[in-house]
């Protein structure tokens, strides 16, 4: 009998951008983020309008985006979140670019690139760990 569940585990392997582990929900989004602006530095919601995650909260997520986008000090608004204690527990990557690699690696928030970030949903409860993802 068909019960409707499936069962998806899977691993993705990719490049360390900043070696760590992390588990948690996913939250995936096919569009870019910009962190400068175009998410809350001091509530965690992306703010950015028309962003298909528009007034959805990071922390604490596995953030789940092809790259970043914007200014320079997109670095500095993740590493923010992460002293306030409002950053996502990891983030992956299509394509890490600067602006989120730096981040991730000053505010010590695993990050990995080089995924097929399209088999990822949000809801998905995902680990990071050196450079292999695991969709649970």
Do not use: W
């Amino acid at each position: 009998m068909y019960s409707g569940c499936s069962e998806r585990k899977m691993e993705l392997k990719g490049r360390i951008i900043s070696r760590g582990t992390a588990e948690g929900e996913a939250l995936s989004t096919s569009q870019p983020i910009s962190f400068y602006g175009g998410v809350n530095p001091t509530t965690s919601e992306i703010i950015e309008k028309g962003h298909e995650l528009q007034g959805e909260k990071i922390e604490a997520k596995i953030l789940v985006f092809p790259n970043g986008k914007g200014s320079t000090v997109g670095s500095y608004t993740l590493y923010r979140l992460k002293k306030s204690g409002l950053a996502p527990a990891g983030i992956i990557n299509k394509e890490c670019e600067t602006v989120v690699a730096v981040g991730a690696i000053i505010s010590e928030i695993p990050c990995i690139d080089k995924i097929n970030i399209s088999q990822i949903r949000t809801g998905d409860t995902i680990s990071i760990k050196d450079n292999v993802v695991t969709i649970k």
